[in-house]
């Protein structure tokens, strides 16, 4: 029975591309960002806000380590996905770098991340990242190739903040396959109803794929507890989660549900290091 799984999977990821990683894959990282389905391209965030839109670290003063682990998506621990990330505040913007680890045995994806996010002027805010891609398939050799992201954020009212995402604006891939990285673009909006909660709203088009509308909500009802949540168009799925501040440390859970594919759950933690 798991030898049969194994091939299962081996399969669907080599024959059906990035509509499958879209659906299977955990691609973006952060339980913030995934609680409220990766809406809050348009706020300004933690370190892992940054594969949302690089743009989000602009504004960042707070120098950062982030450890994000996905143990078994969908009950299936040969999806497993982790990331380690580090932001560094300079006085000009902000850099970040981050790795990433996601598959099996017979299927791995490896990434490093390098971003740099730059105030332009006090309404608009830049960011641009460089991630190299590797993926390794068991007795089918492995492949490197480099993808870049870029964003910006927008901020023509105190409360109100617009946003815009390229990712794969290189229009990278695997080897002589098309589309193998997936190449997308976002537009969004978020709205501070309250000090530090927001209601964000965004859409994702992916080359091939049917728009995503997301919106999410995060309501910070105690200093040092923020509750969020959010639901997508494509995939159809719900998520949810709590960040919990204590001391240096900001520990993170959400989970997601797709209705074909069951339940996902997410754990994080960032320590902010300017207070050690």
Same mark, same amino acid.
């Given at each position: 029975?798991? @030898?049969?799984?194994?091939?299962?999977?081996?399969?669907?990821?080599? &024959?059906?591309?990035?509509?499958?990683?879209?659906? *299977?894959?955990?691609?973006?990282?952060?339980?913030?960002?995934? %609680?409220? %389905?990766?809406?809050?391209?348009?706020?300004?965030?933690?370190?892992?806000?940054? &594969?949302?839109?690089?743009?989000?670290?602009?504004?960042?003063?707070?120098?950062?380590?982030?450890?994000?682990?996905?143990?078994?998506?969908?009950?299936? @621990?040969?999806?497993?996905?982790?990331?380690?990330?580090?932001?560094?505040?300079?006085?000009?913007?902000?850099?970040?770098?981050?790795?990433?680890?996601?598959?099996?045995?017979?299927?791995?994806?490896?990434?490093?991340?390098?971003?740099?996010?730059?105030?332009?002027?006090?309404?608009?805010?830049?960011?641009?990242? *460089?991630?190299?891609?590797?993926?390794?398939?068991?007795?089918?050799?492995?492949?490197?190739?480099?993808?870049?992201?870029?964003?910006?954020?927008?901020?023509?009212?105190?409360?109100?903040?617009?946003?815009?995402?390229? @990712?794969?604006?290189?229009?990278?891939?695997?080897?002589?396959?098309?589309?193998?990285?997936?190449?997308?673009?976002?537009?969004?909006?978020?709205?501070?109803?309250?000090?530090?909660?927001?209601?964000?709203?965004?859409?994702? @088009?992916?080359?091939? *794929?049917?728009?995503?509308?997301?919106?999410?909500?995060?309501?910070?009802?105690?200093?040092?507890?923020?509750?969020?949540?959010?639901?997508?168009?494509?995939?159809?799925?719900?998520?949810?989660?709590?960040?919990?501040?204590?001391?240096?440390?900001?520990?993170?859970?959400?989970?997601?549900?797709?209705?074909? *594919?069951?339940?996902?759950?997410?754990?994080?933690?960032?320590?902010?290091?300017?207070?050690?």
């Amino acid at each position: 029975m798991l @030898k049969d799984r194994y091939i299962l999977l081996f399969f669907l990821m080599i &024959f059906s591309g990035s509509n499958l990683f879209n659906i *299977l894959g955990q691609t973006n990282p952060g339980c913030r960002q995934i %609680a409220s %389905a990766h809406s809050g391209i348009a706020c300004f965030g933690d370190l892992f806000s940054g &594969f949302n839109n690089p743009a989000s670290l602009a504004s960042n003063k707070e120098r950062q380590l982030g450890f994000f682990y996905s143990p078994a998506p969908y009950g299936l @621990k040969e999806l497993s996905n982790a990331f380690a990330a580090y932001s560094e505040p300079l006085h000009f913007g902000n850099i970040a770098f981050a790795l990433k680890t996601y598959g099996f045995e017979l299927y791995r994806e490896n990434a490093f991340n390098a971003t740099l996010s730059l105030p332009l002027n006090e309404f608009i805010y830049s960011g641009i990242s *460089l991630q190299i891609n590797s993926v390794s398939i068991r007795n089918y050799g492995s492949d490197l190739s480099p993808s870049i992201n870029a964003g910006l954020i927008l901020t023509p009212l105190p409360d109100l903040d617009f946003a815009i995402v390229f @990712k794969n604006i290189s229009k990278s891939t695997y080897g002589n396959y098309k589309d193998q990285i997936p190449f997308s673009y976002s537009a969004g909006a978020a709205y501070e109803y309250y000090p530090n909660s927001f209601l964000c709203f965004s859409l994702e @088009k992916e080359m091939y *794929l049917p728009l995503s509308f997301r919106t999410g909500l995060n309501y910070k009802i105690l200093e040092y507890i923020e509750l969020l949540s959010g639901i997508m168009s494509y995939p159809d799925s719900y998520s949810a989660g709590i960040t919990i501040m204590y001391s240096i440390f900001q520990v993170q859970y959400s989970f997601y549900t797709i209705t074909e *594919l069951g339940l996902t759950h997410q754990l994080g933690i960032i320590i902010l290091l300017n207070d050690i």
